[in-house]
């Protein structure tokens, strides 16, 4: 089935040391999204790719950064995770901007310690 | 600044117990309005997509609608197995079409 996958499902990192967490899909899809989610939260767009353009929501930190080496492949970098950085990590795809459903992948959790 | 609003918060029914969530909008522009199911320590799961006003559309036991300015989910004889949180999701054509969530309702069925 084609879907979107994420790796790992629960990471533990201590503060200050980076993480990287992966998506990929097999949907052939546009554009890719990660978004935190705290408890009991609305998910929070980080920032978004078409295609190999990369775009940025103004209030995401510098802390945050992505990579997305490939149509199938997109990275998300944790430079140096504090303990409010301690979320689930969902990452998404969708056919193209403007009126297209996500598709999501089953998450990250991102432990800090 | 746009916004959308989810209620009521956590929501408690009877298996069987039909009943409406809400998600009210303040959107300038709304390209379209989603529905997800998300279990817990999983990811949104896709249901709905509404355009218009007027819309509707129905799956199993559940049924979206949409008006100019909320839009409903309605849960038909709802099973434990509907237990979930339930999110709606904003576009706009103004916000470079990213997708603004509510907060969610938390449904639980007791059988």
Request: aromatic share 12%; hydrophobic share 30%.
């Amino acid at each position: 089935d084609a879907m979107v996958i994420q790796n790992p499902r629960y990471q533990v990192t201590q503060f200050g040391k980076p993480v990287t967490l992966s998506c990929s899909q097999t949907l052939n899809h546009n554009v890719m999204y990660w978004y935190q989610q705290k408890s009991s939260q609305a998910p929070k767009l980080l920032f978004h790719y078409y295609d190999k353009d990369f775009n940025n929501e103004a209030d995401t930190p510098d802390n945050f950064q992505s990579r997305r080496p490939n149509t199938s492949f997109c990275f998300l970098d944790i430079r140096s995770p504090g303990l409010g950085d301690a979320a689930m990590y969902l990452c998404a795809t969708s056919r193209d901007r403007g009126g297209y459903e996500q598709y999501f992948g089953p998450g990250t959790r991102l432990t800090v310690t | 600044e746009d916004q959308v609003t989810q209620s009521p918060e956590a929501l408690r029914l009877q298996e069987g117990e039909s009943s409406s969530l809400n998600c009210s909008y303040t959107v300038s522009g709304l390209r379209g309005l989603f529905w997800y199911r998300q279990d817990p320590g999983k990811g949104p799961e896709f249901l709905f997509t509404l355009y218009s006003a007027g819309e509707e559309k129905e799956k199993e036991r559940l049924k979206a609608t949409l008006t100019k300015k909320e839009s409903f989910l309605h849960i038909t004889a709802p099973k434990p197995e509907d237990s979930a949180t339930y999110l709606c999701a904003v576009q706009t054509y103004y916000n470079n079409n990213d997708m603004r969530f509510g907060a969610g309702t938390r449904l639980t069925v007791k059988p």
